[in-house]
């Protein structure tokens, strides 16, 4: 545990991300649209070792507290995080990820034949039919997307 | 039920089962009515714009059109056109609803006629996307079956043949599986029915897929018959292998229930042997003469001119 507060300091306001599926860190950042460049002091602790998973990310966001909708997102590439809601160092809200019914213009359809993949002006958008495992329906195609499709476009 | 006028038709899994079998009740009568009111969509303009080459469907809708008495505006080549000139389908679409009553597509894409639907303000009917669906296929197969047989519920079903790319047998699984039928699915391993069709099919009814057509040819009661196409495969060795194990001939049809019988989508380039033409097994070209009704049912009911 020391060891690990060396790594990573308690923020003062903001967002813990946490028990990211190792390595996604990065593409949770994606996923939830930050760039860096909005100004916000971002950590991203990657591979760090986990009870729970082994292996973890985690990702801190000063300053900014991430709306419901932003944050439910992540759980198409980890399933198990959580949110924690940081004010004046105190988490005073923990939630887990948990994905919307609907999915609109986050990820694309993994159909090379979809017409959603073809350059028309048309937002990809997906049915959750299962989130463990992973299943989304496109709306257009119909075809079936797991969580390996996902992933590969992160 | 939902009324039917100004609805689309984009996938099979759009209509419950009362509606298909409205649907297709419909069909029965509709030369009845179309000869007592031959004007019935008189003034109704149906746009077929097809972006794949179709002899077939393209005609069995202009007939149907046209024997209510409704007109037909064929762009059957868009990509001479406007296509060629890179506009959209959506935009493509957008201009051609503002001229028509209802639009007929057929489109390489999946999901293309969903997204025409979206687009337009009336009515579209997919007419083949993609490898994903041709609905209305799916119908006239189902009429079909029960104009030959009499009934769907019981029976016991085939599809042989591609059951990866073909559309036609994507629609009709899934528009089966309203009926209490058993289904074989029989194709070579590479051209096995796609997974998401199978799961939904498969919750629904029971599915058995099968390597070798002579397992079941003596219990079915209908086999339906899809072509191989020789591009599905990287080697033409593998494909000279596999052609004539899912070849129809009158060898099979001796085997078969006196009653059975055999459809096919159309066209059949060699999996169905000539001779077998002349069998009474034989319900092929029967077939499309019941899309023929089928698709002025599915026009009439569209497009408010029977309820």
Redesign the interface.
């Known amino acids: 545990m020391a060891e690990r507060e060396l790594r990573v300091s308690k923020i003062r306001d903001g967002t813990v991300i946490d028990h990211i599926t190792a390595g996604y860190a990065l593409a949770v950042l994606r996923i939830i649209g930050l760039t860096g460049r909005e100004g916000h002091v971002i950590s991203v602790i990657m591979n760090v070792p986990s009870k729970k998973l082994g292996k973890k990310d985690i990702v801190k966001v000063e300053n900014r507290e991430l709306k419901e909708e932003e944050v439910h997102k992540i759980a198409l590439i980890a399933p198990r995080a959580t949110i924690n809601i940081v004010r004046n160092y105190e988490v005073v809200e923990k939630k887990r990820v948990k994905l919307p019914e609907i999915i609109r213009n986050v990820i694309r359809?993994a159909?090379p034949?979809?017409?959603?993949n073809?350059?028309?002006?048309?937002q990809p958008l997906f049915l959750v039919e299962s989130m463990e495992p992973l299943r989304l329906?496109?709306?257009?195609?119909?075809?079936?997307m797991t969580r390996d499709d996902v992933i590969k476009q992160f | 039920m939902r009324p039917f006028k100004g609805r689309d038709v984009i996938s099979v899994l759009d209509f419950t089962r009362e509606e298909i079998d409205y649907i297709l009740d419909k069909a029965d009568s509709i030369m009845g009515l179309a000869s007592e009111n031959p004007d019935m969509l008189k003034g109704k303009v149906m746009a077929i714009l097809f972006f794949e080459p179709s002899t077939r469907t393209r005609v069995s809708f202009e007939t149907a059109m046209k024997r209510l008495g409704g007109a037909t505006v064929d762009m059957s080549e868009p990509r001479r056109t406007s296509i060629q000139k890179g506009e959209n389908l959506t935009d493509t679409i957008r201009v051609v609803d503002n001229y028509v009553d209802v639009i007929v597509i057929r489109h390489p894409l999946e999901g293309s006629a969903r997204l025409a639907a979206e687009v337009a303000r009336n009515p579209v009917i997919n007419g083949g996307s993609g490898a994903e669906e041709h609905p209305t296929q799916a119908l006239l197969d189902l009429y079909t079956i029960r104009k030959e047989k009499g009934r769907i519920d019981g029976l016991k079903i085939a599809f042989v043949g591609d059951l990866r790319y073909g559309r036609t047998v994507h629609s009709l699984s899934m528009a089966l599986s309203n009926y209490d039928v058993k289904l074989y699915l029989v194709s070579p391993e590479l051209l096995r029915m796609r997974r998401e069709v199978v799961e939904y099919t498969s919750k629904r009814i029971p599915v058995e897929e099968v390597d070798d057509l002579d397992e079941i040819i003596e219990e079915v009661d209908v086999l339906y018959v899809t072509r191989i196409q020789k591009e599905r495969f990287a080697d033409v060795s593998e494909y000279m292998k596999v052609k004539g194990s899912y070849r129809i001939t009158l060898d099979h049809v001796k085997r078969m229930k006196e009653d059975a019988i055999i459809m096919h989508p159309l066209p059949r380039v060699d999996e169905i042997d000539y001779s077998v033409d002349r069998t009474p097994q034989a319900k092929y070209f029967k077939q499309v003469y019941y899309g023929l009704l089928v698709r002025m049912s599915l026009l009439a009911l569209i497009l408010g001119a029977v309820e």
């Open positions: 359809c159909n034949s979809c017409i959603t073809s350059g028309e002006p048309v329906r496109c709306h257009y195609c119909n075809r079936v």
